[in-house]
C-alpha cells in the first residue's frame, strides 16, 4: 500500500494523499460542491474528480510542481511565473460563475473585519501597534470598487502546479467566485514580490501595484491570528509577519 501523506490538515478540513489521488476531506459540504460546481465551470486545468462520497472528495494528483512555498526560495522560472499569469488572466476573463467567492467580500464587511482584527492583534500583544498602524493605512487601497471577475479565492503559491513552462493545473477551488481579480494576484505572490513583474507580464494587462500591496497587508493581517490558532506559523522568516514588516 502506498504511504499516506498528510498534505494540510486542521479543525475546518485536512487533504491526504495516497499515490496518484488526493483525499480531500471536509467538514463542510458547501465548501466541496463549491469547489466540484466550478471545477466544472474554469477554462483552467484542474485536478480529475474520481469520486465524491461526503465529506470525501478523491481528486488526482496533477504533473509538474508548485513553483515554491510561502516563506521558501521560488523553484520557478520567470517564464513559469508568466504561464501562471496567462493561466490566471485566463480564469478571470471567463464568463462569471452566479455566486460570490472569497475575493468578493463587500468593501464594508472587509473594512470592519479588518479593523476588529486589527484591535485584536494590538490588544492581544499579537503584533506591534506600529506594524499594525502603518499597514491599516496600506491596506486602505484595496477597499475600492472593482469589476468582478471570475477568482478563485485561495490562489496560494502552493495551489498552482507547473511543468517547465505550462501551467498543469490549479487545485482548491472552494472558495472561488465572483470578485476582485487583483485579489488573486495578490494572493499568488505574497511573499514573492520578485515575480511580481513576470507575473504582470503573463497577465498582459496594467495592475495598480499600490493595490497588490494593499491586498499583501489585508491578507496578512486577517491571517496572522487564524493561522496561529490552527498550527500554522505566520511568525516564519520569509511569511505573513515578514510581508507586513517588507510594508514599513
Given amino acids: 500500500m502506498d504511504e ?10 485536512a487533504t491526504l494523499r495516497v499515490g496518484d489521488v488526493f483525499l480531500k ?5 458547501a ?8 471545477m466544472s ?21 496533477l504533473p509538474g510542481t508548485t513553483l515554491g512555498r510561502l516563506g521558501g ?5 520567470p517564464a513559469g511565473w508568466a504561464a501562471a499569469g496567462a493561466a490566471i488572466r485566463k480564469l478571470h476573463d471567463a464568463p462569471l460563475p452566479p455566486w460570490r467567492g472569497r475575493a468578493g467580500r463587500s468593501v464594508a464587511a472587509l473594512a470592519a473585519e479588518l479593523d476588529d482584527e486589527c484591535a485584536s492583534l494590538v490588544t492581544n500583544g499579537v503584533l506591534p ?3 499594525v498602524t502603518r499597514n491599516r493605512r ?10 468582478a471577475a471570475f477568482t478563485h479565492g485561495d490562489l496560494q503559491i502552493a495551489h498552482v502546479f507547473v511543468d517547465g513552462d505550462e501551467v498543469t493545473g490549479i487545485i482548491d477551488w472552494s472558495e472561488a467566485g465572483q470578485g476582485d481579480p487583483l485579489y488573486d494576484l495578490a494572493t499568488f505572490t505574497l511573499g514573492h514580490e520578485e515575480h511580481l513583474d513576470d507575473v504582470i507580464a503573463g497577465y498582459g494587462a496594467d495592475i495598480d501595484i499600490d493595490v497588490i500591496h494593499a491586498w499583501w497587508s489585508l491578507r496578512s493581517l486577517l491571517a496572522v491570528r487564524w493561522l496561529s490558532e490552527h ?13 507586513l514588516r517588507s510594508l514599513m
Fill in 231 to 243: 498550527g500554522f506559523d505566520p511568525f516564519a522568516p520569509g511569511c505573513e509577519v515578514d510581508v
Fill in 129 to 131: 501597534a506600529d506594524l
Fill in 41 to 61: 465551470r474554469v477554462p483552467v486545468p484542474t485536478p480529475q474528480v474520481l469520486w465524491h462520497q461526503p465529506p470525501v472528495l478523491a481528486i488526482t494528483a
Fill in 4 to 13: 499516506v501523506e498528510v498534505v494540510v490538515a486542521h479543525s475546518e478540513r
Fill in 138 to 147: 496600506v491596506a486602505e487601497a484595496a477597499l475600492r470598487p472593482w469589476t
Fill in 25 to 29: 476531506v471536509d467538514a463542510d459540504q
Fill in 73 to 77: 526560495p521560488s523553484t520557478g522560472s
Fill in 31 to 38: 465548501r466541496i460542491d463549491a469547489e466540484i460546481e466550478t
